[in-house]
């Protein structure tokens, strides 16, 4: 009999099947009418084609689990199209489109360990780990005297992303980024 | 270390919002009760669960009570009480929540529905907020307007697509009226619609008011059903409060509502979660 998830189980994250393809959840929400019945409000991911849809789960209903499988596997190179991960285990080497890497792309250090999601022996999704180390390659100069404490700029990062930096962070320094949000979180002292 | 409680200034408007509400209700005469936070017979409903304590069980809400203290003679009654509710959590939930009940004889819930807007509006005013006059709409006209659709017969299906596509589109203070006679939970009915009526105000229920049942006879028979959908659906049935059925029809045509007050500050204060506005253990 195949895993079944309640809705007590539902958290963001959770891999299942609906109608056959497999969705993550992505948000989910306890509603229960005063005098009615208790339901899960979530939203789901489709992890083949990436559309999101709504669905409603009466408490006591369930959903199948998908059976998907988080695999560690190493950044290898990429021809701007396809991205080329091998597993650390097996050796086997897994391409990715652009499109499934969904912005991760843009944070791949050299050998970086990130997490594919596997269905049917296919990648369906790429998580990276949640803080990385990169080298700003180029940042604006700071503008002299300004103060202000939340002032921010542009930085390129050796990775190739584009985020927003303290005014006080230049070029060649490092740098670690929260990937999940995209965001700046300190130097490095590389020294 | 967080103190992990609401905001100074959230829990002064708390309390100034509730001692208005409370004002009011004893301006118009209405007396304080002391609801029992420890009952033998937990309000006996499909679809709340209420917490065994002691060989007893928390009250999910002083509804029980009050009314047999309003069929003792008492004509006006309220009571602010934390309820407690198993099983419910979120934004929008707590297992341990604030409930304001009064009930009153000689109305219905046409009575109690100028009741809650006054009160709700003294509650606003004492927060410096004057409401707009709350909106009136029909129980099959909120799923027909938000919802492009008449409701749907099964009450399951009814449910989910009101908290989908009905819910969260009452945004401006509203009385959902005309409940069909088959949604009455404990409301008299007369023809096809129970008498009673739900407030909802930015996407959020906030109270659930009833013009009471008078017949004994039907309370044990709403008891009995509520009692087999429990069995049905695999949960414990509630043992059947005998004082209450003794207690209906000794009164005469009375009215009651519930009105959770920890939602009602989440709007006035305009919180989205309800840890935000209450001190939780």
Known sequence: MANVYETSDFRNGLKVLVDGQPFSMIYFQFVKPGKGTAFTRTKLKNLLSGNV??????????????????????????????YY???TETFDEVPVSKQMMDGAEDFLTDDIIVNITMFNARPVAVSLPNFIEAKITY?????????????????????????????????????????????YVSRVNTK | ????????????????????????????????????????????????????????????????????????????????????????????????????????????????????????GAAAAALGQRLPPFERLAYAEAFRRHAGAEPPEDPVEADRL????????????????????????????????????????????LANAFTELLSPDELRARFAHNNAARIAAGRAPYPVDERLVRA?????????????????????????????????G
């Open chain 2, 1 to 120: 270390m967080g103190l992990d409680v609401p905001a100074p200034e959230i829990l002064r408007a708390r309390a100034d919002a509730l001692r208005a509400a409370r004002g009011w209700l004893w301006d118009q005469g209405f007396i304080e009760i002391e609801a029992p936070a420890l009952v033998r017979s937990p309000a006996l409903e499909e679809h709340l669960e209420a917490l065994p304590a002691g060989g007893a069980f928390l009250h999910t809400s002083p509804e029980f009570a009050l009314k047999r203290v309003l069929a003792s003679g008492l004509g006006r009654v309220f009571a602010i009480t934390p309820c407690f509710r198993g099983e419910e959590w979120g934004p929008n939930h707590s297992v341990e929540f604030t409930m304001l009940e009064w009930y009153r004889i000689g109305t219905g819930h046409e009575g109690i529905l100028e009741d809650c807007e006054a009160l709700v």
């Open chain 2, 162 to 205: 009101w908290v989908n596509d009905v819910e969260p589109r009452l945004l401006a203070p509203t009385f959902i009226l005309d409940y069909p006679a088959d949604r009455c939970a404990f409301a008299s009915v007369r023809g096809a619609y129970a008498e009673r009526f739900e407030l909802y105000w930015g996407g959020l229920e």
């Open chain 2, 248 to 280: 209906i029809g000794q009164h005469p045509r009375a009215g009651g509502i519930a009105l959770g007050v920890d939602r009602l500050i989440m709007r006035l204060v305009g919180a989205s979660d309800i840890r935000d506005v209450r001190v939780l």
């Open chain 1, 139 to 183: 940042a604006e100069p700071g503008a002299k005297g300004n103060t202000a404490t939340n002032a921010t700029k542009s930085a390129t990062l050796s990775t190739g992303a584009t985020i927003q930096v303290p005014l006080f962070v230049e070029t060649d320094e490092v740098i670690r980024v929260d990937t999940r949000t995209r965001e």
């Open chain 1, 53 to 82: 849809i709504e669905r409603t789960y009466r408490t006591g209903e369930t959903l199948e689990a998908a059976d998907c499988e988080d695999v560690e596997m190493q950044y290898t190179w990429n021809d701007g199209e396809t």
């Open chain 1, 85 to 87: 991960f091998q597993n």
